[in-house]
C-alpha cells in the first residue's frame, strides 16, 4: 500500500497569494494514478485534479497540479477567499488518502 | 444535474447493524462503478469500498473486510452498504460517490455513530 504525506499541515496565505501543497508517496506511482480533493467544512470532498494534472470538470485555472515519481504538488496561483479548505491528495487503489493540507486566509 | 442522497444512517450499539442507502439521480446509474468512502471526524478519508457496474467486481479494504456488504439496484438507481457487527472505529461520515477509485461526484454524506 502506497502511503501519501502531504505537508505543510497548514499553510496561511493573504489573498492573491500562490500556495504550493505538496504530496509525497511511500513509493513510485503512475502519474495517472494520483488525485487531488478539495473539502471545504461542512460540505463534502470535490474533485479538483486527476491524473495528477488535469483538471476536473469546472475548476477554476488557477488550480493546477504536477509532478511524477513520488512528489505530486497542488499549486493555487492566486488564493481567493473561497479557496479556504482542505485539500487531500490520493493515490488510485489503495484505501487510505494523504492526511491533508488545510489552507487558510489571512 | 447529478444527484447523490445517501440515507440510513444514525446511532447503533457496537455489535449492531445498519444499511446505508444511496439513491442516484442525473446521470446513466447502470453505466458507472459505484463506491463508499468514510471520514472519522477530524480525521482522513478512507475510500471502504467500490462495486462494478453490473455488480460483479466488488472491493472492500481491509478495516470492512467480511462485515461490511456493498451492493447496488440498477433498476432503482440505488447503491447500498450493509454494515455488520460494528465498532467504534466505524463511527465517520460515510459518503456514496460516483467512480473507481476516482470519485467525480459525492452525496453530502451519512453520520453513523457507533456508541452504547
Known amino acids: 500500500e502506497v502511503v501519501l504525506t502531504q505537508s505543510p499541515g497548514t499553510l496561511s496565505l493573504s489573498p492573491g497569494e500562490r500556495a504550493t501543497l505538496s504530496c509525497r508517496a511511500s513509493q513510485t506511482v503512475y502519474s495517472d494514478y494520483l488525485a487531488w480533493y478539495q473539502q471545504k467544512p461542512g460540505q463534502a470532498p470535490r474533485l479538483l485534479i486527476y491524473g495528477a494534472s488535469n483538471r476536473a470538470t469546472g475548476i477554476p485555472d488557477r488550480f493546477s497540479g504536477g509532478g511524477s515519481g513520488t512528489d505530486f504538488t497542488l499549486t493555487i496561483s492566486r488564493l481567493q477567499p473561497e479557496d479556504c479548505a482542505v485539500y487531500y491528495c490520493?493515490?488510485?487503489?489503495?484505501?487510505?488518502f494523504g492526511q491533508g493540507t488545510k489552507v487558510e486566509i489571512k | 444535474q447529478v444527484q447523490l442522497v445517501e440515507s440510513g444512517g444514525g446511532l447503533v450499539k457496537p455489535g449492531g447493524s445498519l444499511r446505508l442507502s444511496c439513491a442516484v439521480s442525473g446521470f446513466t446509474f447502470s453505466d458507472y462503478y459505484m463506491s463508499w468512502i468514510r471520514q472519522v471526524p477530524g480525521k482522513g478519508l478512507e475510500w471502504i469500498s467500490y462495486?462494478?457496474?453490473?455488480?460483479?467486481?466488488?472491493y472492500y479494504a481491509d478495516s470492512v473486510k467480511g462485515r461490511f456488504t456493498i451492493s447496488r439496484d440498477n433498476a432503482k438507481n440505488s447503491l447500498f452498504l450493509q454494515m455488520n457487527n460494528l465498532t467504534a472505529d466505524d463511527t465517520a461520515v460515510y459518503y456514496c460517490?460516483?467512480?473507481?477509485?476516482?470519485?467525480?461526484?459525492w452525496g453530502q454524506g451519512a453520520p453513523v455513530t457507533v456508541s452504547a
Open positions: 462495486i462494478s457496474s453490473t455488480d460483479i467486481l466488488t
Open positions: 490520493h493515490h488510485y487503489g489503495d484505501s487510505p
Open positions: 460517490a460516483r467512480g473507481q477509485w476516482l470519485a467525480d461526484y
